[in-house]
């Protein structure tokens, strides 16, 4: 069945930088292009970065546009989220999602920016 996986989450000061891994299974990992959301406490979840199946393509929020770069490994059936230059706004729970014949979501994890 499909499986992702994230991790690399945290607890980071302002400034820092984190990487996020999404590791997926279950699908043709590289015939599917991938993105990451992210749900900051309270509020909706919001798209932040999507890449191509081949990962030649990479789209970005406005907010995160020039801090985030996402990437993948389709060897290793794996899409990133670099995060540099972290803000307190940035914390969120981050999931990766891919759309097959139905959308799969990971079970996400906590990405905490503080002082």
């Known amino acids: 069945q499909v499986q992702l996986v994230e991790s690399g989450g945290g607890l980071v000061q302002p400034g820092g930088s984190l990487r996020l891994s999404c590791a997926a299974s279950?699908?043709?990992?590289?015939?599917?292009?991938m993105k990451w959301y992210r749900q900051p406490p309270g509020k909706e979840r919001e798209w932040v970065a999507g890449i191509s199946s081949a990962g030649v393509s990479t789209n970005y929020a406005d907010s995160v546009k020039g801090r985030f770069t996402i990437s993948r490994d389709n060897a290793k059936n794996t899409v990133y989220l670099q995060m540099n230059g972290l803000k307190p706004e940035d914390t969120a729970v981050y999931y990766c999602k891919a759309d097959l014949s139905r959308e799969y979501w990971g079970q996400g994890t906590q990405v905490t920016v503080s002082s």
């Open positions: 279950g699908f043709r990992f590289s015939s599917y292009s």
